[in-house]
């Protein structure tokens, strides 16, 4: 499992980086992909993350990180 990114709602805070004890949230395409919000947006590599919710705890942008592995909803 993992938790998801929705590309579209993250405002790229990046509050959520720092968190991660596992180092798994990162920038899409290094900050050059730009989302329907014209900002720059994270991603969660759904193979390392460890479900723990930090993310989600730490991201001020309600729905922009949901507790479920939702592929279609993040890109990477
Ligand atoms: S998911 Fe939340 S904390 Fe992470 S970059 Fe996007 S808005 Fe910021
Ligand atoms: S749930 Fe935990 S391990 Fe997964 S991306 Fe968020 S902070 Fe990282």
Do not use: F, R
Request: aromatic residues 6%; negative net charge.
């Amino acid at each position: 499992m993992s938790y998801t990114i929705v590309s579209d709602v993250c405002e790229a805070k990046a509050d959520c980086i720092p968190v991660c004890p596992v180092d798994c949230i990162h920038w899409i395409k290094d900050k050059q992909w730009m989302n329907a919000k014209g900002t720059a947006s994270t991603y969660i590599d759904n193979e390392t993350c460890i479900d723990c919710g930090a993310c989600l705890a730490a991201c001020p942008i309600e729905g922009a990180i949901i507790d479920e592995w939702k592929p279609e909803l993040q890109k990477v």
